[in-house]
């Protein structure tokens, strides 16, 4: 019987998954049959609604890859539902303290050691918490926010936390590269996983070299864009 991903998570193997805006189970199967560890359906800023997630869920199991949900916002209603309809943990933006991420950790798990409801039919035995490190302030909590129990590990946002840093979206960035340096830092001292978006797979790669474990590797909507440009430029030349 294989190893269960969150067991593989928390012992942090290197984990390989892809970010998911298309709102299709055709489109995430296709991903996870990559060969892909994980695919993340975003519910922030992706097409996907609450309604989507049984089938889209179910397909990414069949290609044999774990499903999580990107949540829409820090809140108990929003990381519950991606729970209950199949999502096997939950990456959780707009988290920038401690005190956040103890609500969220608790909203994730069932009394006594949160506050979660049970009733859920798609619902995971036992689902894991990464909460996203996207902010200036998020980086200033770091080390309080991994000690919260049950955060099980960080997830970077770069975009958003170049935007809040001020500085260029590119590891290569000193700023950012700075911040970056404190997440990695932090996360090994925990012993806990980090997690970072990337979308294609040279970046990724960087990424696990820094000690990245769990490594977006693609995003669908670049991938689609990419490839179909880079045909198009072979066919015109």
Not at 2 to 22: C, D, H, K, N, T
Not at 37 to 57: F, K, N, R, S, W
Not at 116 to 145: H, I, K, N, Q, Y
Not at 216 to 231: E, H, L, S, V
Request: net charge negative.
């Amino acid at each position: 019987m294989p190893v269960a991903f969150r067991s593989r998570l928390v012992a942090r193997e290197p984990l390989y998954g892809a970010w998911s805006v298309i709102p299709s189970a055709l489109s995430v199967r296709l991903l996870a049959a990559a060969g892909l560890d994980y695919v993340v359906i975003d519910l922030q800023h992706g097409g996907a609604a609450e309604a989507d997630l049984p089938a889209m869920t179910g397909a990414i199991r069949l290609a044999g890859a774990t499903p999580i949900a990107r949540v829409r916002h820090a809140h108990p209603a929003d990381i519950g539902r991606a729970l209950d309809l199949g999502c096997e943990g939950v990456i959780v933006p707009n988290v920038d303290s401690a005190a956040q991420a103890r609500q969220v950790a608790g909203a994730v798990r069932y009394p006594p050691a949160g506050y979660r409801s049970a009733g859920g039919v798609l619902a995971a035995g036992e689902p894991f918490c990464l909460v996203m490190v996207e902010s200036a302030a998020a980086v200033a909590e770091l080390d309080a926010t991994l000690a919260v129990d049950g955060v099980d590990g960080l997830y970077v946002g770069p975009r958003d936390l170049s935007l809040s840093l001020g500085c260029e979206l590119s590891p290569d960035d000193p700023v950012q590269n700075r911040a970056l340096q404190s997440v990695w830092a932090a996360c090994a001292a925990a012993g806990k996983p980090v997690g970072v978006h990337a979308t294609e797979g040279a970046v990724a790669r960087r990424y696990r070299e820094a000690g990245c474990t769990l490594i977006t590797t693609a995003g669908d909507a670049a991938a689609i864009t990419r490839d179909t440009a880079a045909q198009l430029n072979l066919a015109r030349a």
